[in-house]
């Protein structure tokens, strides 16, 4: 059912901030640019079906894997990842799609030390600024040695899975991208650093921070089930060429309110390039 809660939101004037962040077991915290919690009513898509990632820039649909152990990451390489390469390409119709990242999240510290597993983010981003979006599709591109073609459209798409469980506590949220102005994305030079050497990044990239607006639409499926998937829209190389099309979805993990507390989440995300005509 719909609910109340909180949804956290960069504080800045600023058009560009900066993020560090730190392995879990390395004794560091993260370092982000002030964060503000706003209550929000955040609408239950059990209830509300009409979404797609053209016009919303999220979706859910239903999917089933066939087993097997989606925190094993020679499992999730060599049998998800296709199974789900093959899915999108038919939902999507596309001409290619390639995947080149993928996320575990969980609260079992022991998990996230081991394999290198992070935890659910309760905070509103996006994954990709415009200029990294485009980057990001050409870096891959060219490592699959694939030329940019400026006619094909390319889209960054996120597929989003409940892992064993039914999801009860910290789902993902998230906003419609229609109700978003690009006013309130926030540049965010994003730094990761790994136990190797904390004091200088391993990666960096930019992604887009959130601010507040009353104006924003937050939507989440209650007791999410494995065999459910979200498609997160994060970028999209042609989406000022169609009307009413968007180019993302923010998105965050959100505390439901109540007595549940017993942080069981564990969820799979992985990042899809996926070309068309």
Known sequence: MDTFTNLSYTQTKKKIISHHIFPNDSGKKTIRTEQKNYKRKVFDLRKYKNFNLDENGFCVDIHTYGGGDLFDDKFVKKKYFPLMAKYLKNKLKAKKVIIFDFNQRSFNTHMNSKNNHRIPVLYSHVDYTIDSGLKRTKEILRNNKITFNQKHRYSLINIWRPVKKVIVDYPLALCDGKTVLLNDLV???????????????????????????????????????????FLIKNWDSKYSEYENHVLNAPHSAIELPGKIKSKTRQSIEIRTLVIRD
């Open 187 to 229: 540049q965010t030079n994003i730094y990761h650093y790994g136990m190797e050497n904390l004091k200088k990044p391993r990666h960096a990239g930019k992604i887009y921070s959130l601010i507040n607006n009353r104006s924003h639409k937050w939507y989440f499926l209650s007791k999410m089930r494995p065999n459910e998937i």
